[in-house]
């Protein structure tokens, strides 16, 4: 495959970047070109950011995985579309050439029609990094069934909500899933989240740890008996189903800064052209190298950079089930070697967790494959983004800062790597396409150069978000109601002199951890579900590894035996309503919290107060009752 689109100097992306301001309609017809169509579309774009109605390529039919595997079966059929990496190094890895995962995702399209599953049915998919879960999510693209990915580390009740806020009928998991040196039961799990999910009909399991399950006659049913009914059926070939341009392809649920997740809603044709523009463009891949995603595929990260980016460019993606520290921190670095790693993509976090084991694990790893490294998630420090230019890049990698959003599809801004200038920490420059801009509180564009505000963007791209799930006032008033006319990314943002853009942080009440998006009001209503728990305030605080930690204050009413197994409980309640990524850091027991006459908790101060700060907390003289922030000050857990 070649890339008449890959944009290869720095001209280059000035005059794409040019061109697609001016004509964007014209920019991206010649892109979709590339692609394969069953019919063309009639109109590239209609829009208007007041509804919001975004549609691009519209009358055009397609379907996503004729992009990522019929098209490439001439030339690359017998090439390496997927390299599975398992937790345990010595299980021995997989390797799925196009050839065998087209065969696959259409034996399991067959299956999940065997089942009744129609195009524009809901499938949830809960399982670990195992490569039937590329295999599920294209089988469910191949029919037209909407997936709806729930990374594996998220409780039944989230679960659940997810299931009902989607009406899934069918879910597919795996028996367990191995992490490191655990055994996720996740099968058990969603069995406890089947409680309040009457839309559920089917549940498929796939073998994978062997861990014994429950299996409930006429729901559940075993992934390998029901492929082989369909090889008893004889020939597997199932025709892929034609989309339309702006049909769903699948859901994502994200955390927002109020109530329960929202479900992102991404279309056929232009998620598929985004993820693939930006594929191409940001990491400069080229035919027959290795690509390392290292994200988990329950996160946008990898649906857009194992998946679909890398697999409609017909390249080598690699998927790896475990942990970067196991069975020792060397683990990635000895992937890299194994498989002759061209590209490496991941997150500040893991970056720093593995500086933490100082060079040592590095050390003699043939790591010389290496051409792009890659981040994600959230900002990247000095320190970190040269530890891992020095010793992972050995200073010949660019290092491309990808930002981006769930609700963006792929990558917004962002270095090319190797063919636009970089700059430690800053994403630098937009992709052709993005019209960011940064305003102040009132909305007010703030102009030219060496400036910060707040991120939004003014034009449509074709991997942007069309609705939330179920209920489309919540996707205009969370991202276009702030400002009008305008997506409101919810990040701060700061433009150097050379008009380069530095992303600081959310400036909404959503957390960063670990690169994982956490509402302040989700782990606060999760906490306030334990029955002794009166009211609680949840606030981020700067975390070493994790970037942002999560502290919790919680007004509790009588310890059951004692504060520190309360904390406990406090904390396996939160555990069980979201999971374990949502678990505070710290929790503070407090008689009162900071309110102001209205009511309102004033989280300025509660924030100050997390981040360590002792004597300037701002003005507190709004506050009810100023004394109760002096008792907070004194028992703060540092
Ligand atoms: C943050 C992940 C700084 C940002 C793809 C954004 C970043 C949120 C970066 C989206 C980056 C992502 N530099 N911050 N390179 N990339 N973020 O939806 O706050 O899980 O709004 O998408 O992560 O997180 P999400």
């Known amino acids: 495959m070649h890339y008449p689109y890959q944009l290869k100097s720095f001209e280059a992306y000035q005059a794409a970047y040019e061109k697609s301001v001016q004509d964007p309609e014209t920019f991206w017809a010649e892109i979709a070109e590339h692609f394969l169509w069953k019919k063309k579309w009639d109109k590239v ?70 089942n009744g599953v129609k195009k524009g049915d809901r499938v949830c998919i809960y399982m670990g990094m195992i490569p039937e879960l590329a ?17 594996a580390g998220f409780s039944a009740q989230s679960i659940a909500d997810r299931i009902q806020d989607a009406q899934a009928s069918m879910v597919i998991t795996s028996d367990g899933a191995y992490r490191g040196n655990k055994i996720i039961p996740l099968k058990a799990v969603v069995d406890d989240a089947m409680v309040g999910c009457p839309s559920v009909k089917n549940i498929i399991v796939y073998t994978h740890t062997r861990l014994p399950v429950s299996m409930i006659k006429g729901r559940d049913l075993w992934w390998e008996d029901e492929i082989r009914k369909v090889e008893k059926q004889g020939n597997p070939f199932l025709q892929a189903e034609e989309m339309d341009a702006e049909d769903l392809l699948f859901i994502l649920y994200t955390s927002g800064s109020t109530g329960k997740p929202k479900g992102v809603v991404h279309t056929c044709a232009g998620y598929m052209v985004w993820a693939n523009y930006s594929f191409v463009n940001v990491f400069q891949y080229q035919p027959g190298q290795v690509h390392f995603c290292t ?43 194994k498989f002759g790693v061209d590209i490496l993509y991941t997150a500040p976090t893991a970056i720093r967790s593995l500086m933490g084991f100082g060079e040592g694990p590095v050390h003699g790893k043939k790591m010389d494959s290496l051409k792009v490294l890659g981040t994600v998630g959230e900002p990247i420090n000095s320190e970190a983004w040269h530890w891992y230019d020095q010793h992972i890049g050995k200073h010949q990698c660019p290092i491309v800062d990808t930002w981006w959003q769930t609700e963006t599809g792929g990558v917004m801004i962002s270095n090319l790597a190797g063919v636009t200038p970089s700059k430690p920490t800053y994403a630098t420059y937009p992709l052709p396409g993005v019209q960011p801009l940064l305003v102040d509180e009132h909305g007010r564009e703030i102009e030219g150069n060496g400036v910060s505000g707040n991120l939004c963007i003014r034009f449509p791209w074709p991997g942007m978000l069309r609705t939330t799930y179920g209920d489309h006032e919540r996707c205009r008033q969370a991202y276009f109601s702030t400002y009008a006319d305008l997506y409101f990314t919810g990040d701060g943002c700061l433009r150097d002199e050379e008009g380069m853009y530095r992303i600081t942080g959310r400036v909404d009440d959503v957390l960063n951890v670990s690169g994982h998006r956490i509402g302040t009001a989700e782990v606060e209503n999760a906490i306030n579900m334990h ?35 309360t904390r406990q409980d406090v904390l396996q309640t939160v555990t069980r309503v979201i999971g374990a990524i949502a678990k505070p850091d710290k929790i503070q027991f407090v008689a009162g919290l900071p309110k102001t006459r209205s009511g309102k908790i004033m989280r300025r101060i509660l924030r100050k107060i997390a981040e360590g700060e002792t004597t300037n907390l701002g003005d507190t003289s709004t506050l009810l009752d100023p004394g109760v922030v002096e008792a907070i000050m004194e028992g703060r857990i540092s």
């Open 45 to 114: 774009l209609e829009w208007n950011f007041k509804e919001p109605r975004v549609k691009w390529f519209q009358g055009g039919k397609l379907n996503i995985t004729e992009n990522c595997l019929d098209r490439h079966q001439a030339a690359l059929g017998d090439q390496p579309a997927l390299i599975w990496e398992p937790n345990d190094p010595e299980a021995g890895h997989r390797i799925l050439t196009y050839g065998e995962l087209l065969f696959k995702v259409m034996q399991f399209a067959n299956v999940l029609r065997n």
């Open 135 to 151: 295999i599920a999510i294209l089988a469910c693209a191949r029919i037209g069934a909407i997936h709806s990915v729930i990374f």
């Open 531 to 565: 029955s002794g728990v009166v009211e609680s305030a949840v606030v981020g605080y700067p975390h070493d590894i994790k970037g942002q930690g999560i502290y919790a204050f919680v007004i509790f009413n009588g310890f059951h035996e004692n504060e520190s197994l």
């Open 295 to 337: 994200a988990d595929a329950g996160w946008i990260t990898g649906h857009s950079y194992i998946i679909y980016g890398p697999l409609s460019a017909g390249a080598t993606t690699l998927m790896f089930e475990g942990i970067p520290t196991y069975p020792d921190a060397g683990r990635f670095w000895e992937i890299i070697q």
